[in-house]
């Protein structure tokens, strides 16, 4: 009998995140894509389109990259050029980057979901 090798683990954070992680040792990029439980499904006629506002929001500046031209900046000194998009039931920030910036492209994808700054101009 042969034995299945796991090709992925599946890490659960004590704050409900969840990760999934597959690798492939011969890839020069990896893929990133991060899904948040929003959408218009979660949404009342006082909030409709709240999820979709805030997906774009997350491209206007983090406390580390607090205009659009730094962020731009950064993601081509990583080379990770992340988007988004929202769906019914979940809101998606995704990327590619260099196998070698993974640490850098995760850690700039946290700050552009948990620390946006969402300037009172933007808003407007």
Do not use: W
């Not at 607090?66 to 979940?90: E, G, H």
């Amino acid at each position: 009998m042969q034995t299945v090798r796991k090709i992925y683990h599946i890490k659960k954070f004590s704050n409900g995140f969840q990760a999934i992680f597959y690798h492939k040792a011969d890839l020069y990029s990896i893929g990133l894509s991060l899904y948040l439980r929003a959408g218009h499904i979660f949404e009342d006629k006082t909030s409709l389109g709240l999820s979709h506002f805030a997906e774009h929001m997350i491209f206007k500046g983090t406390s580390v990259h607090p205009t659009i031209k730094l962020l731009n900046q950064y993601q081509d000194q990583i080379a990770f050029y992340p988007a988004a998009y929202t769906a019914s039931d979940r809101v998606t920030i995704y990327g590619t980057a260099p196998k070698a910036k993974l640490k850098e492209a995760l850690e700039h994808l946290g700050r552009l979901v948990f620390d946006s700054l969402c300037k009172d101009e933007d808003i407007e």
